[in-house]
């Protein structure tokens, strides 16, 4: 199993920033994407940003327009750890914010496995 846990979330003025670190209980190494993901209240849970393994610290990135040029992804391998770092948040940008792992099982398959979460709330 996966365990991953979400810190960092908060209250914060538009403009401002918030670092979310994800700690996973495993070793990250073989996870091919790891990523974020949000949830406002009444709305279904979107992409925010995932990262591939990559050979080195490193890996592909892929955001969701919205969050372009203001978020970025990172991973740490070496410390089985994920990062989203948000620049200049807007009140749009509230919602909790969830830590995903997409793991290739060699018999089960594909799981998604999800941290319990972090609210994230920016105001005007």
């Known amino acids: 199993q996966v365990q991953l846990v979400e810190s960092g979330g908060g209250l914060v003025q538009a403009g401002g920033s918030l670092r979310l670190p994800c700690a996973a209980s495993?070793?990250?190494?073989?996870?091919?994407?790891m990523g974020w993901y949000r949830q406002a209240p009444g709305k279904q849970r979107e992409l925010v940003a995932t990262?591939?393994?990559?050979?080195?610290?490193?890996?592909?990135?892929n955001y969701a327009d919205s969050v372009k040029g203001r978020f970025t992804i990172s991973r740490d391998n070496a410390k089985n750890m994920v990062y989203l770092q948000a620049d200049s948040l807007k009140p749009e940008d509230t919602a909790v914010y969830y830590c995903n792992a997409n793991v290739q099982w060699p018999v089960r398959g594909k799981i998604d496995y999800w941290g319990q979460g972090t609210q994230v709330t920016v105001s005007s």
């Open positions: 495993v070793s990250i190494g073989s996870i091919h994407v």
């Open positions: 990262i591939t393994r990559g050979i080195t610290r490193g890996g592909t990135t």
